[in-house]
C-alpha cells in the first residue's frame, strides 16, 4: 500500500518522558508514514570525536530520549496500534561503552570505556579487524502510557525501551492504545546489537526511521 502521506520529526524535537500530557507535534490519518530523524541515545552528548574521558561529563538526564510524540486520530484506548517499520538509516559513526554504575553487569566491569566505531552502511569495525555486519533498528517505540508518567529507560506495557534487535525494517509491532491518539515516539537508534543490550552490546548511532501508524 502506498504511504498517504509523510510528516517529518526533527532531531531537536524530543522528550524525556513517557507522558500523555506532553502536546503532539502533529496528528495524522491512520496509515500515514511518519519519517523520524533522531539523535543518538546520548542526546547528541558524544559524538565521532569524543574519547573515554567524555564519559565522565555525560548527563545521565538527557539520555535515552524519544523524537515525537505523534497521535494518530481515531486512535482511542483499547485500540491497537500497528507500527510497520519501513526503514532505518544509521549515521556513518556510532558508539559502544561501558559505563561504571550502569547497566546489568555493573559489578563486573568497573572501568569506563568508550568505543567509536566508523559506519560504511554495511559494516562497522567493532574492533581492529573485527567486522559487524549492521541491522539497524530502534531500541525505543512505544506509546504514551494511562496514568502517571514513565521514565524512558524501562520497557512497559506501552512498549518503550525494548531494545528488541529483531524489530528491523520489514517487521510489524502492535501497541495496546492507553491514551486518545496513542502518542507514537521512537528513539535509541542502534546500527547493530547482540542478544539483548546488557552491557555494551550494541553501537548507538543517530538514526533516520520511517513507520507506518495504522489503528
Avoid: K, Y
Avoid at 524525556?16 to 546520548?42: N, Y
Avoid at 525501551?161 to 492507553?178: E, F, K, S, Y
Amino acid at each position: 500500500m502506498a504511504p498517504r502521506s509523510a510528516v517529518h520529526v526533527r532531531r531537536d524535537q524530543w522528550h524525556l518522558a513517557w507522558d500523555a500530557s506532553i502536546p503532539p507535534l502533529a496528528t495524522v490519518e491512520s496509515g500515514t508514514v511518519v519519517e523520524f530523524d533522531a539523535l543518538d541515545a546520548s542526546n547528541g552528548q558524544l559524538g565521532p570525536a569524543s574519547t573515554t574521558a567524555d564519559l565522565a561529563a555525560l548527563d545521565f538526564g538527557q539520555v535515552d530520549q524519544v523524537a515525537g510524540p505523534i497521535a494518530v486520530a481515531g486512535a482511542m484506548p483499547g485500540d491497537t496500534l500497528e507500527v510497520e517499520l519501513l526503514s532505518f538509516e544509521p549515521g556513518d559513526w556510532g558508539w559502544t561503552a561501558s559505563i561504571p554504575g550502569f547497566g546489568l553487569l555493573a559489578d563486573v566491569f568497573t572501568e569506563p570505556h568508550l568505543r567509536i566505531t566508523r559506519l560504511d552502511g554495511r559494516f562497522g569495525e567493532l574492533l581492529p579487524g573485527i567486522r559487524v555486519p549492521l541491522a539497524p533498528f530502534c531500541g525505543e517505540l512505544g506509546v504514551a502510557p494511562a496514568g502517571e508518567p514513565r521514565s524512558t529507560i524501562p520497557p512497559a506495557e506501552h512498549g518503550g525501551n525494548m531494545d528488541t534487535r529483531h524489530l528491523t525494517a520489514g517487521a510489524i509491532l502492535w501497541l495496546p492504545v492507553q491514551v486518545p491518539g496513542a502518542l507514537f515516539s521512537l528513539g535509541d537508534g542502534h546500527a547493530a546489537q547482540g542478544d539483548g543490550e546488557v552491557c555494551g552490546t550494541a553501537i548507538e548511532t543517530p538514526m533516520r526511521a520511517a513507520v507506518r501508524l495504522t489503528v
